[in-house]
Each structure stands twice: as C-alpha cells, then as structure tokens.
C-alpha cells in the first residue's frame, strides 16, 4: 500500500521569498508522483507530475519538483512566490503497475502568502 | 472553466433525507470519480467510473449510491447520512482510468448533514 506524507500543514511566506512543500511517499514498487493546487472555493487542478525521464519536472508559473528515489521524496519550490499562489497544495502518488493506479494523496498543505 | 461541474455546490440535509449529488464533464473523458475531502484527511477516493463501468468502491457504506448512465454523467445518491459525512464531496474525470493521465476537478459540493 502506498502513503504520501506532508508534514507541514501551514507555510506561510513573505512575497517573492523563496517556498518549499515538503512531500515523502512510501511504496513497495515504481511510482507516478503529481502536485495538485486547490485555489479557494475551487476543486483541485494538476500542476506538474513526474511520470518518467528527467528528475527535474516544471510547471508553467514558475514552480518546480525533483523526483528523489533514495529518500522517496518529491519536494515542491518556487524561488519566488507571488500572492496568487496562496492555495493548498497536494502531493500525490499512485503504483504504475495497470490495474492498480488509483491516487493517493496526502493531507496538504496550504501555502499563505503575506504581502 | 475546468470543464467538470458540479450540482449543487452548496447542501443541506438532515439524516432522514434522500438527496443526489450530480457531475458533468464535458471533456470527452472515460473515466469518472466521487472523492470526499474531509478537513485535516487526505482526500479519499470513494468510487470509480471506467467506460460506465464500476472499477473501485474504496468500501464506501451503502448509504452513498454512485449511478454512472454514460461517460459524461455522474451521480452520487445520499440516503440516512450520518453527521460525520459532512464534507466536500469532488467530482473528477480523466481520459482514461490510468493514473498518467491527469484528473481534471470539479468545484465540488459542500455538504452538511444536520
């Protein structure tokens, strides 16, 4: 079974300050890993995933994550964050094995950011 | 516009009630799911729908009825709810039931049982 861990449940940042959301997983087998956004009274929305290839995955509003294997972690940054990235963030995993691909997700965190 | 919607967002309703809940995508999408997202819980995936099919009921109690009559539609029936099922509930579809492919959301519907 799988299970994604993020530890911290509030991070709040001044503007274009540097962010990291912190996200572990644990799986017994070769994983998918994703980052979905939920801006307030929305529902979730992908912001980047890592399926295979490079380590190193971006979004297109400046937000990045690296693909850990050895310390099964799949860490979320941005160098400078904005207000508009004020959200919950969610770290999610799932097998890659067919017919066992449902998400996991962790409990989230919600970024706030402070002018 | 994320293409998902839900109806309605907001609901309320006492534990004797019978209520549905109702998703639309209009994506061109196969695969539809019910989640519920609870404060301070990982979101849970409660049903999951593979070209009309049933493929996953995450042991939801019969008290939730998911009805899936095209690839389209999405329904959750609610009956004798408990307060303890108050929560977000978030309609998502993807291209396939595949984990690649991206899910896109719906906006949910906000539910409390009194």
């Known amino acids: 079974a799988q299970s994604v861990t993020q530890l911290d449940s509030q991070v709040p940042v001044f503007e274009e300050a540097p962010v990291e959301l912190r996200c572990n997983y644990s799986?017994?087998?070769?994983?998918?890993l994703f980052w979905y956004v939920q801006y307030p009274n929305q529902g979730l929305q992908l912001l980047l995933k890592?399926?295979?290839?490079?380590?190193l995955v971006e979004s297109i509003n400046g937000f990045e994550a690296e693909f850990n294997k050895s310390q099964t972690s799949f860490h979320l940054r941005k160098p400078s964050v904005h207000i508009s990235d004020t959200a919950e963030y969610f770290c999610?995993?799932?097998?890659?094995?067919?017919?066992?691909?449902?998400?996991?997700f962790g409990t989230g965190t919600r970024l706030t950011i402070i002018p | 516009e994320t293409g998902v919607t839900q109806t309605p967002r907001h609901l309320v309703m006492g534990m004797t009630n019978k209520k549905s809940l109702k998703c639309e995508q209009h994506?061109?999408?196969?695969?539809m799911y019910w989640y519920k997202q609870s404060a301070k819980k990982p979101l849970e995936l409660m049903f999951v729908?593979?070209?009309?099919?049933?493929?996953e009921n995450n042991s939801v109690p019969s008290r939730f009825s998911p009805e899936c009559p095209n690839s389209s539609h999405l329904f959750l029936h609610l009956h004798t709810l408990q307060p303890e099922d108050s929560a977000l509930y978030l309609c998502?579809?993807?291209?396939?039931?595949?984990?690649?492919?991206?899910?896109?959301f719906g906006p949910g519907t906000r539910l409390t049982v009194t």
């Open positions: 998502a579809s993807s291209q396939d039931g595949r984990s690649s492919y991206e899910q896109y």
């Open positions: 799986s017994s087998v070769s994983v998918y």
């Open positions: 890592y399926l295979s290839g490079s380590t």
């Open positions: 999610a995993v799932s097998d890659r094995d067919f017919g066992n691909e449902k998400l996991t």
């Open positions: 994506l061109g999408h196969n695969a």
């Open positions: 729908y593979n070209f009309k099919e049933q493929t």
